[in-house]
C-alpha cells in the first residue's frame, strides 16, 4: 500500500512561486507515476503534471507548462511540484496521486489508485 502526503500550499500573490512536496510512504516508490492534479471550487479535477519515476518522462497541461515543473527525489521517495509565475486560475486543491505502471494516459485521474488529502494553492491577485 502506498501512502503519499502533500505540504507546502498556501497563499501567494500573483507571479509568485510555491513548491509543492509529496512524500511516498508504505512502500519505495521505484516503478511508480507520480501525478499532481488540482481542483477549483466548481470545478472538475483537472491534470496539472506528471513523471515517470525514472524521472525520463514528464508530462504537463498547457496551462501550466512553461510554468512548472514536475520532479522527484530517489533518496528522499518525494515528488515535487515547482510552480512559477502563479496566477489567480491556479488556485486550487492541489492532489499527489500515484499509479502502478502500465497506464494507458496520464492526464485521466481514473488511472491513478493512489491519493494525498491534498494541499490548497490560493494566489491573489
Known amino acids: 500500500q502506498v501512502q503519499l502526503a502533500e505540504s507546502g500550499g498556501g497563499l501567494v500573490q500573483a507571479g509568485g512561486s510555491l513548491t509543492l512536496s509529496c512524500a511516498v510512504s508504505?512502500?519505495?516508490?521505484?516503478?511508480?507515476?507520480m501525478g499532481w492534479f488540482r481542483q477549483a471550487p466548481g470545478k472538475e479535477r483537472e491534470f496539472v503534471a506528471a513523471i515517470t519515476w525514472s524521472g525520463r518522462n514528464t508530462h504537463y497541461s498547457d496551462s501550466v507548462k512553461g510554468r512548472f515543473t514536475i520532479a522527484r527525489d530517489i533518496f528522499n521517495n518525494t515528488a515535487y511540484l515547482q510552480m512559477n509565475n502563479l496566477n489567480s486560475e491556479d488556485t486550487a486543491l492541489y492532489y499527489c496521486?500515484?499509479?502502478?505502471?502500465?497506464?494507458?494516459?496520464?492526464?485521466?485521474?481514473?488511472?491513478?489508485?493512489?491519493w494525498g488529502q491534498g494541499t490548497q494553492v490560493t494566489v491573489s491577485s
Open positions: 508504505g512502500r519505495t516508490a521505484s516503478r511508480l507515476v
Open positions: 496521486s500515484a499509479a502502478e505502471p502500465p497506464i494507458r494516459t496520464v492526464v485521466d485521474s481514473d488511472e491513478f489508485e493512489y
